[in-house]
Nanobody, 116 residues
């Protein structure tokens, strides 16, 4: 399973970005796909996950949404009302097991920088 994240960049506070994660190498429809982020000097943290339904970290609900397009083998992370604290490297990950919280496959991250 290979994952390619894209869509990061520099945005001002209050702006929006949409990240994309293209997955290949396995039947996309059965994969659980998630987004994580890591800010400078901090541990990686969960952002959102999706399989048959979505789950977004409580602290990000209302600003971030996750969706998937099975026809394009792609998962999206829509980020609105961005804040400087949202700055970090965003990673997408996937797993074949729908009933665990771990992820076996990881892509390279995409950098999001939110300026104040």
């Amino acid at each position: 399973v290979q994952l390619q994240a894209s869509g990061g960049g520099l945005v001002h506070t209050g702006g929006s970005l949409r990240l994309s994660c293209v997955v290949s190498g396995y039947k996309f429809e059965v994969l659980r796909v998630g987004w994580f982020r890591q800010a400078p000097g901090k541990e990686r943290e969960f952002v959102a996950t999706i399989w048959s339904r979505e789950n977004v970290a409580d602290s990000l609900k209302g600003r971030f949404t996750i969706s998937r397009d099975n026809a394009k083998n792609t998962v999206y992370l829509q980020m609105n009302s961005l804040k400087p604290d949202d700055t970090g490297v965003y990673y997408c990950a996937a797993d074949k097991n729908r009933f665990t919280s771990s992820y076996a496959y990881w892509g390279l991250g995409t950098l999001v920088t939110v300026s104040s």
